[in-house]
């Protein structure tokens, strides 16, 4: 079972897209992208995993898939 944040790691990789990148496409700041990939941060703010949702055009419960 993959985490939030292999699942966002995954679909930004697919994409291409470096931390950053993605971090100003979804209007967050980059420390957000790196702590929610490397497991610092488990559940980040709705807004923030909102808005990283829509920028890797998945929905919120793709990124949830599995968690508890």
Same mark, same amino acid.
């Given at each position: 079972?993959?985490?939030?944040?292999?699942?966002?790691?995954?679909?930004?990789?697919?994409?291409?897209? #470096?931390?950053?990148?993605? !971090?100003?496409?979804?209007? &967050?700041?980059?420390?957000?992208? @790196?702590?929610? /990939?490397?497991?610092?941060?488990?559940?980040?703010?709705?807004? #923030?995993?909102?808005?990283? !949702?829509?920028?890797?055009? &998945?929905?919120?419960?793709?990124? @949830?898939?599995? /968690?508890?």
């Amino acid at each position: 079972m993959m985490s939030i944040g292999e699942r966002v790691w995954a679909l930004r990789a697919a994409k291409g897209w #470096s931390q950053r990148y993605l !971090a100003a496409m979804a209007g &967050v700041g980059p420390p957000c992208i @790196m702590r929610l /990939e490397d497991g610092r941060t488990k559940y980040p703010m709705a807004e #923030s995993l909102q808005a990283i !949702a829509n920028a890797l055009e &998945v929905t919120v419960e793709e990124l @949830m898939q599995g /968690e508890e």
